[in-house]
């Protein structure tokens, strides 16, 4: 006989209480990783989505990786040329994932990115502001490169995409400076944070189409 295929949902509700110990490892990681080489430290998340994409892991935690490689693309986009304290807070959100002592071991059938994807699911809610301004730049960038003919890929640091960046940028400071210090209160209910996977192009591991 065969057996129809079934899918059910799980909340994960998780208190303060729970989240501190995963703030704590987070802290711990930054720590270790401070003076740390950047490329190390990007090719160690990088390496986190290359071995996933080789696993079956639960669409709950695929989306997750996919906000992973959202950061990574950040840092690595030319075009975008995030720096100073904005590159700062985005390479400590890395730290945790060029950490060899995960909470759970990757290797552990199914639960191994479940630690990685509560810890990407902070850093969304941390740089919440940073994803939606770089999403958007991306998806400005798509329209403006199909506009003209060109492969986005292939842009760079192009002038027509200036005024965006800079309009973007100064959006994302001012939401920051505004929030700075207000917390995000309460406990966290899983999966009901804020999307932010843009479809634009940008240089990562994952396909948004």
Not at 3 to 19: G, K, P, V, W
Not at 32 to 44: P, Y
Request: net charge negative.
């Amino acid at each position: 006989m065969k057996t129809a295929a079934m899918s059910f949902t799980i909340n994960i509700e998780l208190s303060e209480r729970d989240l501190d110990h995963f703030r704590a490892a987070q802290r711990a990681a930054v720590a270790s990783a401070e003076g740390g080489n950047e490329d190390d430290m990007m090719a160690a998340a990088v390496k986190l989505l290359v071995e996933s994409k080789d696993l079956q892991v639960p669409d709950f935690i695929a989306k997750r990786l996919l906000q992973l490689d959202d950061m990574i693309a950040m840092l690595k986009d030319e075009a975008w040329a995030l720096s100073g304290d904005d590159r700062k807070r985005v390479m400590a959100a890395l730290a945790y994932f060029a950490n060899p002592d995960d909470i759970i071991p990757d290797s552990v059938p199914v639960l191994g990115f479940l630690d990685d994807a509560i810890m990407i699911e902070l850093c969304v809610r941390e740089l919440k502001n940073e994803i939606e301004a770089y999403d958007d730049f991306c998806d400005f960038r798509q329209k403006e490169a199909e506009k003209r003919g060109l492969d986005p890929s292939t842009i760079g640091r192009a002038e027509f995409l200036e005024p965006r960046r800079e309009e973007l940028m100064n959006r994302m400071h001012d939401r920051r400076d505004r929030e700075m210090g207000t917390g995000y209160g309460g406990s966290s209910g899983w999966g009901q944070s804020k999307s932010y996977l843009g479809s634009g192009w940008r240089p990562g591991y994952y396909s948004r189409r």
